[in-house]
């Protein structure tokens, strides 16, 4: 399988404060995707980054690929309220995405 | 700013009954994907979609699931006869191809609960 496995499951932060969360996956990838689910709600593409990339920046979202030690990285920074969510990693061949179980972000105001 | 839409948000339904969830795509798009996300679990791979055939099932999609595109815009999802652990959300996607970047574009999810 090539799902991404997230840590930690869950982290709870003041806001203002850095979140960063990892995923790890299995096998070779395309490109290496993050989402963002508020409660309930239906996923919200973040960044997605190639396997041939290191590194992506996007607003407040910095994302780091390391495919010798199959594994990724979601740094958000100056964290809101807003941000409260559960953010999951995907791993990806191009006709289908493999979820992890994602990491639950808490930010406290 | 375009985006997939599905109908209806909720759906409840009994055991044994059909139901028919719907998805617009975004307009352009080519791929098209049906997920499912069972409450506090991952998000899961159920069937891909390309050229008018499926692309891609896994072993969740089974003889009970068929997908559709009856027209130029609609993509379904249709269970057979539901079971009560066929409640979850599930979630349709699409994709846009001649892009080199494989992002997936969700829709905001139909809530199936089967009692």
């Known amino acids: 399988s090539q799902q991404g496995e997230e840590d930690p499951q869950a982290l709870s932060i003041q806001e203002g404060e850095n979140a960063t969360m990892n995923c790890s996956y299995k096998?070779?990838?395309?490109?290496l995707q993050w989402y963002r689910q508020n409660s309930g709600r239906g996923l919200v593409h973040l960044i997605l980054?190639?396997?041939?990339?290191r590194e992506k920046h996007s607003g407040r979202l910095r994302v780091t690929l390391d495919t010798s030690k199959k594994s990724s990285s979601l740094l958000i920074t100056a964290s809101r309220a807003a941000d409260t969510a559960s953010y999951f990693c995907?791993?990806?061949?191009?006709?289908?995405?493999?979820f992890g179980a994602g990491t639950t972000v808490t930010v406290r105001a | 700013e375009p985006e997939v839409t599905q109908t209806p948000s909720h759906q409840v339904t009994q055991m044994g009954q059909e139901v028919i969830l719907r998805c617009v795509p975004i307009?352009?798009?080519?791929?098209f994907y049906w997920y499912r996300q069972i409450l506090g679990q991952k998000v899961e791979f159920l069937v891909s979609?390309?050229?008018?055939?499926?692309?891609?099932k896994s072993e969740i999609f089974d003889d009970q699931f068929s997908v559709e595109r009856p027209d130029g815009s609609n993509f379904t999802l249709k269970i057979r006869s539901t079971k009560l652990e066929d409640s979850a959300m599930y979630f349709c996607?699409?994709?846009?191809?001649?892009?080199?970047?494989?992002?997936?574009?969700f829709g905001p999810g139909t809530r199936l609960t089967v009692t």
């Open positions: 995907a791993t990806d061949r191009p006709y289908k995405l493999s």
């Open positions: 980054i190639r396997s041939n990339e």
């Open positions: 307009s352009n798009h080519l791929y």
């Open positions: 096998t070779s990838i395309n490109n």
């Open positions: 979609f390309y050229n008018n055939e499926i692309s891609e």
């Open positions: 996607a699409s994709r846009a191809t001649g892009t080199k970047d494989y992002e997936q574009y």
